[in-house]
C-alpha cells in the first residue's frame, strides 16, 4: 500500500520545499496534473503558482487553474531512440528570467 499523509501535509511540504529552493538563490517551480491539484493537493494554499509545469498528455491544454510555462503533451517515440520521449511546450524565456533576476547565480 501507499502511504498517503493527506492534502494539508502535502501541501505544506510543497510549499517548504518551494520556499527553500527560493530562499537558496535558486527558481522552484511545480510539476502537477489535474488529479494531483485536485485529489492531493490543496490547490488555493500552494503559494508558488508562478512556475507550473502541467502534465496533460492531450492535443490541447486544458489546465485553469493557474499560469502555466511549460506543458508535457505526450509521449511520442523518436526514430533510434529506445522507448517513449516525453514532448514539452515551453510557453517562457526561462534563460532570460534566470539572468534577469540573478538566479542559479547569475
Not at 2 to 22: E, S, V
Not at 41 to 54: C, G, L, M, S, T
Not at 79 to 99: A, E, K, L, S, W
Amino acid at each position: 500500500t501507499t502511504y498517503n499523509p493527506g492534502k494539508t501535509a502535502l501541501t505544506n511540504i510543497m510549499n517548504a520545499f518551494c520556499q527553500r529552493i527560493n530562499d537558496a538563490g535558486y527558481m522552484s517551480g511545480i510539476y502537477i496534473n489535474n488529479d494531483w491539484a485536485t485529489n492531493y493537493v490543496n490547490w488555493a494554499d500552494v503559494k508558488f503558482k508562478q512556475h507550473i509545469w502541467v502534465a496533460q498528455w492531450s492535443s490541447k491544454l486544458t489546465w485553469t487553474k493557474s499560469d502555466v510555462k511549460v506543458w508535457q503533451k505526450a509521449v511520442t517515440q523518436i526514430t533510434g531512440h529506445t522507448g517513449d520521449i516525453d514532448y514539452d511546450q515551453c510557453f517562457f524565456d526561462y534563460p532570460n528570467y534566470v539572468r534577469q533576476n540573478h538566479l542559479h547565480g547569475f
